[in-house]
């Protein structure tokens, strides 16, 4: 690594020195908060006449020609000055007209270079992300080629020369009178060309770059998470073809977080966030400013393992699977099957996003033929009907149950098993159970449901429940259109002559549950849908979806709406919730405790003072019963290895060396179980637990 202090003349025109930016490294990004800055840098050093620092250039030799530097960092600061003299020229060219020596030879080779052979090459070469590259270097052909070609008029180049001509003019006709027009350009350009210096840090092509590049990125538009990572993943050891590579995996990724975050869907942060959990089987608190060192951490590990290419197809496998998530409309059924679509829509709309590295967990295994297609479904349909249950009565999930579902669908030994396993974690928190469905059609026939938040989420479980009872003969496919209403109002004024007090207050008390719900098809008016029932029956029978209701509940027999006819609605409605998401299959099994725990290896009683060393001595029981050859070729993802870089940073804080081979003994009770019986397994070992 070489370092210098050096001006603009000497980076730019000294030895004929060409600048490559990388396709990967943020296309140009500068506007005028940052154009005025350097602008306002070069007054200041043009009225003091001094040196001014303008901060750090970053370059890497890459060993395609002795004049090629890539630029790591300083790409805006480099560009934006290139630009600044563009305007600077076009000024002169106006109001100066015949200093051309300056405009087409001393400015110009700032910009462009002359070859050994006569060819010119621009000085710097922009990613051409967005067409960046061709835009910069037709601005620049436009003014001294201006009879090839004409530039866009959108470009952000053209607005950023205008806004330097612009200051250009006004500085000096604020000063005009005070000096020559000669003596005012050869001081600008001196200034520019001399006195702005540059720390120029200039690296081998071995060096770490990243290292510099993170320290380093100080004056310019802060980066955010996906740009770091990006350059991270690009300035990697083990990169090769790092333009193809750009282009066909990470530019997608890019685009299509860049498209979300326009319309305040999400960003790429808060998917990496989601990345993480979902592949640590851990799941904490990301602060928003750790989840780029979070992520480089499992980079390191998984970059141990793998090529940069499988690590990119399967953050675009990821990537795929998020958007399921946020947009289950777009999930082919096809492919999949329309129970799975249904749980993602309630999941969206209950906004329980803490099930999202379940889901992207879910769909990975069952990408990578890990888990069937029924697994899956059924799981999905779990944990929707978990989450909704869970919703009805307004609970929450712990998120401690996460990264204990993840690791049983991560790491299992019978598929079959998986399901009564995510029951068993379940089953433990006390303060979140899975409801039954007599507990639930208990709760959700007097649990107040209905909040603005929770609107859509309403909307689309009764447009479900009506869809199932009627056979799908409902018209409306989605919630686009319809509007909940209370039957027995929120201003509840004019039905209180027509009910006793004992029967208004039991109303009032079941105002907000589901039995009093109902979804229509055009909005009732507030005078309508306050009036009494005999006239708001009327409307109701017009525009309500569901003919049940309108047969059973809304008949011009029916004098008034109470709450016998309330409870009779939900049980109703809650008879088909539980047939489209099913409860338990059956209580979940008791977990054994820790001080039950009966192990016995090959009919010897397993002891120790708890349950982490009843795990790892019946480990060790187990490898003192089996030949070392076979012990030392076992592998087990998450649980033995002979590498210790098969784990991840994590469970490195979590491993024993056993002979030759790491076991990690950081997991669930019933996990540990699971991971013994699978030990045991493949060393032919006798086991019995109890």
């Not at 004049?67 to 000055?81: A, F």
Request: aromatic letters at 12%; glycine letters at 2%.
């Amino acid at each position: 690594m070489d370092l210098y202090k050096n001006n603009l003349t000497a980076i730019l025109t000294v030895h004929g020195k060409i600048f490559q930016i990388p396709s990967f490294q943020r296309p140009y990004k500068w506007d005028t908060t940052h154009w005025n800055d350097l602008f306002s840098d070069i007054i200041r050093a043009y009225e003091k006449q001094t040196e001014h620092f303008m901060g750090t250039i970053v370059l890497q030799k890459n060993g395609q020609g002795e004049n090629l530097r890539i630029v790591i960092d300083g790409q805006q600061r480099l560009t934006t000055i290139s630009i600044f003299l563009l305007a600077f020229a076009k000024w002169i060219k106006v109001y100066n007209s015949g200093n051309d020596y300056l405009i087409n030879t001393t400015i110009k080779n700032f910009l462009i270079t002359n070859q050994f052979d006569g060819t010119e090459i621009f000085r710097i070469t922009l990613s051409n992300k967005h067409n960046n590259n061709q835009d910069y270097q037709n601005m620049i052909n436009s003014f001294y080629k201006p009879s090839v070609l004409n530039v866009s008029t959108k470009s952000i180049f053209i607005e950023a020369i205008n806004y330097f001509y612009n200051q250009i003019d006004m500085f000096y006709d604020a000063i005009k009178d005070d000096i020559a027009i000669s003596d005012f350009v050869s001081r600008i350009f001196s200034v520019t060309s001399d006195k702005l210096k540059f720390v120029t840090i200039e690296l081998e092509k071995n060096e770490d770059a990243n290292m510099i590049f993170e320290t380093l990125n100080s004056r310019g538009k802060n980066l955010i998470d996906g740009e770091l990572i990006r350059n991270y993943i690009f300035m990697h050891p083990k990169i090769i073809d790092a333009e193809e590579i750009y282009f066909k995996y990470w530019e997608p990724i890019e685009d299509h977080f860049e498209n979300l975050e326009k319309e305040k869907v999400s960003n790429i942060s808060e998917f990496i966030r989601f990345f993480l959990y979902a592949n640590t089987s851990e799941i904490k608190n990301i602060r928003s400013n750790r989840i780029y060192l979070e992520m480089k951490e499992y980079l390191d590990d998984y970059l141990s393992q793998h090529s940069v290419p499988e690590l990119l197809k399967k953050l675009n496998s990821y990537k795929l699977y998020y958007n399921y998530v946020i947009f289950p409309d777009e999930l082919p059924v096809k492919n999949f099957s329309e129970k799975i679509q249904i749980s993602l829509h309630l999941l969206k709309y209950l906004n329980t996003y803490v099930y999202t590295p379940i889901l992207l967990k879910l769909f990975e295994q069952y990408g990578n033929n890990v888990i069937s297609l029924k697994t899956f479904e059924e799981l999905v349909l779990l944990i929707a009907s978990y989450s909704v249950r869970l919703s009805i009565n307004g609970k929450k999930v712990a998120n401690k149950i996460i990264s204990e579902v993840i690791l049983s669908i991560t790491d299992f030994v019978d598929e079959s098993d998986i399901s009564q396993e995510i029951q068993n974690i379940i089953s433990r928190q006390k303060s979140a159970p899975f409801y039954d469905n007599q507990m639930f059609k208990k709760i959700i026939s007097t649990a107040p449901l209905y909040s603005p938040k929770k609107k859509d989420f309403i909307k689309y479980l009764l447009l479900l429940v009506f869809k199932e009872e009627t056979k799908n003969k409902i018209l409306f496919q989605n919630i686009e259109g319809l509007t909940i209403e209370h039957i027995f109002p929120q201003s509840y004024e004019n039905w209180m002559a027509d009910l006793t007090d004992e029967e208004l207050e039991e109303n009032i008390s079941l105002l907000d549950t589901i039995g009093n719900l109902t979804l229509v098809s055009q909005s009732l008016n507030s005078k309508l849908s306050n009036s009494r029932f005999s006239i708001k029956r009327e409307e109701l029978k017009k525009y309500c979806i569901w003919p049940y209701e309108r047969e059973l509940f809304f008949n011009s027999e029916e004098s008034k709406w109470h709450k016998k006819k309330i409870i009779i609605r939900a049980d109703k409605i809650s008879d088909y919730i539980i047939t489209l998401l099913p409860g338990p299959k059956k209580l979940a099994k008791k977990e054994i405790s820790e001080n039950e725990l009966l192990i016995k290896v090959n009919d010897v009683t397993i002891e120790g003072k708890n349950q982490k060393n009843v795990y790892i001595n019946a480990v060790k029981k187990i490898y003192e019963n089996t030949d070392s050859k076979i012990w030392n070729r076992m592998h087990i993802k998450g649980c033995a290895s002979r590498d210790k870089n098969q784990f991840t940073s994590h469970q490195r804080g979590h491993l024993i060396a056993i002979g030759d081979i790491y076991i990690n003994y950081h997991a669930s009770l019933s996990e540990k179980i699971r991971r013994l019986k699978r030990i045991a397994l493949l060393c032919n070992t006798k086991i019995e637990i109890s």
